[in-house]
Each structure stands twice: as structure tokens, then as C-alpha cells.
T-cell receptor
Framework: AQSVTQLDSQVPVFEEAPVELRCNYSSSVSVYLFWYVQYPNQGLQLLLKYLSGSTLVKGINGFEAEFNKSQTSFHLRKPSVHISDTAEYFCAVSGGGGTSYGKLTFGQGTILTVHP | GAVVSQHPSWVICKSGTSVKIECRSLDFQATTMFWYRQFPKQSLMLMATSNEGSKATYEQGVEKDKFLINHASLTLSTLTVTSAHPEDSSFYIC????????????FGSGTRLTVV
């Protein structure tokens, strides 16, 4: 079984400040890790994903995340946020099953609110 | 890139009626699709996994006779909420396993169902 814990339900931050959204996971097998963003009443948009290789992953909109196997973490960071980054962010994990597509397990979500 | 179209975006129906939600992969073949349910201010909960040409696999606690899933072609999966009740009101999101490029999932834009 696998699980995901997003440590902060809400993160308020001022515009142009850096931000980190924290995510920890547990799994008995190797995993693939994802960060998604959701705007109100919309589906999910992929920000970035870790499948293998370099532990520092760069995504869209200036976001990046670092996979830390020893700490079972996959924290999302952005050095300078914009008002438009206000949204809900989900961390997700799936079993790294090669060509098979395992279920995605989502964290509880973190609402990022960027203030002017 | 891979695009998943979900229709309708929102629907209001009377208690006791059935509602069908469609999820189409527009530019790729989706052999595996997932259906999620999201309650307000909560995370996504996987309802079922559907594979083209076979019966869907439902998660524990999901009534398969109430939430009928059909994946008759490589580009279309449907979720039918039968005999809907107000407690079925929720945001439903589909996702397709993306085989183009690297491993990933593409999400539809979601359907807001309100049962009155």
C-alpha cells in the first residue's frame, strides 16, 4: 500500500516570495511521484514528475521538486511566486511498475494563496 | 500533448434519474482510464480503473451497480451515475494513462454533478 501526506493544508505567501509545499510518501515498492495543480472547478494539470534519474526535477511555471529517497519526501518549490500561482496543489504517487499503470494516490492537497 | 476531453462540465439532475459523463482521449489511445471523485475541499478519491474491452475494477466501498463504467473503445470511457441521489453530488474527474512519450496521466477538466 502507498500513501501520501501533504504537511500543510494551507500556505499563505506574499507575491515574489519563495515557497515550499511539503510532501511525504510511504510505499513498499519503488515509486513515481507527481505534483499537480488544480484551479477552481477544473481538472488537474501536471507540474512535474519524478520517474527516475536526477533527483531534482524541473517543471512548468518555474516550479521544481527534489526527490529524497532517504526522507521519502518530494517537496515542491518555487523561488518567486506570482498571484496567478494561487491554486490547490496535489502531490501524488504511483507504483513504479514499468509499463503497467498503477493507481495514483493523492495527498490531501495544499491551498497556496499568494497575496499582493 | 495528450488531451482528455470530459463532458459535460456541469450537470444538474433530479433525484432518481441517471447521468452519463463522457471522457475522450483526443489525440492518443487510452487503454487505461481512471475515474475519481472529489468532495469540496477534499482530495481526489479513486473510484475505479477501466481497461478497454474489459470490466472496470472498482475500489473498495464503491458501488459498481450505481456507478457504471464502460470503456468500449480506446478513446472513450463513460461513467453513468444511476438513480442519482443528493449525496452523489460531487466533482467527478477522469484520467487517462498516457503512453505517448514517458509514463504519465492526463486529466479531464472534471464534471460538477448536482442532484436536486
Amino acid at each position: 500500500a502507498q500513501s501520501v501526506t501533504q504537511l500543510d493544508s494551507q500556505v499563505p505567501v506574499f507575491e515574489e516570495a519563495p515557497v515550499e509545499l511539503r510532501c511525504n510518501y510511504s510505499s513498499s515498492v519503488s515509486v513515481y511521484l507527481f505534483w499537480y495543480v488544480q484551479y477552481p472547478n477544473q481538472g488537474l494539470q501536471l507540474l512535474l514528475k519524478y520517474l527516475s534519474g536526477s533527483t531534482l526535477v524541473k517543471g512548468i511555471n518555474g516550479f521544481e521538486a527534489e526527490f529524497n529517497k532517504s526522507q521519502t519526501s518530494f517537496h515542491l518549490r518555487k523561488p518567486s511566486v506570482h498571484i496567478s500561482d494561487t491554486a490547490e496543489y496535489f502531490c501524488a504517487v504511483s507504483g513504479g511498475g514499468g509499463t503497467s499503470y498503477g493507481k495514483l494516490t493523492f495527498g490531501q492537497g495544499t491551498i497556496l494563496t499568494v497575496h499582493p | 500533448g495528450a488531451v482528455v476531453s470530459q463532458h459535460p462540465s456541469w450537470v444538474i439532475c433530479k433525484s432518481g434519474t441517471s447521468v452519463k459523463i463522457e471522457c475522450r482521449s483526443l489525440d492518443f489511445q487510452a487503454t487505461t482510464m481512471f475515474w475519481y471523485r472529489q468532495f469540496p475541499k477534499q482530495s481526489l478519491m479513486l473510484m475505479a480503473t477501466s481497461n478497454e474491452g474489459s470490466k472496470a475494477t472498482y475500489e473498495q466501498g464503491v458501488e459498481k451497480d450505481k456507478f457504471l463504467i464502460n470503456h468500449a473503445s480506446l478513446t472513450l470511457s463513460t461513467l453513468t451515475v444511476t438513480s442519482a441521489h443528493p449525496e452523489d453530488s460531487s466533482f467527478y474527474i477522469c484520467s487517462a494513462a498516457t503512453r505517448q512519450g514517458s509514463y504519465g496521466y492526463t486529466f479531464g477538466s472534471g464534471t460538477r454533478l448536482t442532484v436536486v
